[in-house]
């Protein structure tokens, strides 16, 4: 099996020199350099994962004042295909046709406004007859 691994993390006014030094100790632990606050890896070896956290937990506060952090590990396995992907052809389709939710509420509130007019306007009318 192969393992996807990837750490994001970000300091608040950090020592760019020991932000430097721990992202060097990962890439030298096996795990490549993505950007500034991201390094990832790929392995069949779940040991070098492994390592990573670690160099990681023992470096976490040395460049500052830590401000987000995010770690993930997947395991990839052999390709296959989505759960029920043969009943569910026009997934995609059917989803994309479906309304956003912020159009929905927009139209829950402008029918709603129109009920409250429509009742202000019977309610004139009443006032009116009389």
Same mark, same amino acid.
């Given at each position: 099996?192969?393992?996807?691994?990837?750490?994001?993390?970000?300091y608040?006014?950090? *020592?760019?020199?020991?932000?430097?030094r721990?992202?060097?100790?990962?890439?030298?632990?096996?795990?490549?350099?993505a950007?500034t !606050?991201?390094?990832v890896?790929? !392995?069949? *070896?779940l040991d070098?994962?492994r390592?990573?956290?670690e160099?990681?937990?023992?470096?976490?506060?040395?460049p500052?004042?830590?401000?987000?952090?995010s770690i993930?590990?997947q395991?990839?396995?052999?390709?296959?295909?989505?759960?029920?992907?043969?009943?569910?052809?026009?997934?995609?389709?059917?989803?994309?046709?479906?309304?956003?939710p !912020?159009v929905?509420a927009?139209?829950?509130?402008?029918n709603?406004?129109?009920a *409250?007019?429509s009742?202000?306007?019977? *309610?004139?009318?009443?006032?009116?007859?009389d």
């Amino acid at each position: 099996m192969t393992y996807t691994g990837i750490i994001t993390l970000d300091y608040n006014h950090p *020592d760019s020199n020991t932000q430097t030094r721990l992202t060097n100790a990962l890439v030298l632990a096996g795990w490549q350099y993505a950007e500034t !606050s991201a390094v990832v890896v790929d !392995s069949e *070896d779940l040991d070098e994962i492994r390592l990573g956290l670690e160099v990681l937990a023992r470096a976490i506060e040395t460049p500052g004042e830590l401000s987000a952090l995010s770690i993930q590990v997947q395991m990839v396995g052999p390709e296959r295909g989505a759960p029920a992907e043969s009943n569910h052809r026009k997934a995609l389709a059917r989803l994309l046709k479906e309304e956003l939710p !912020s159009v929905r509420a927009t139209r829950r509130k402008l029918n709603d406004s129109l009920a *409250d007019l429509s009742k202000t306007l019977d *309610d004139a009318d009443s006032l009116l007859e009389d």
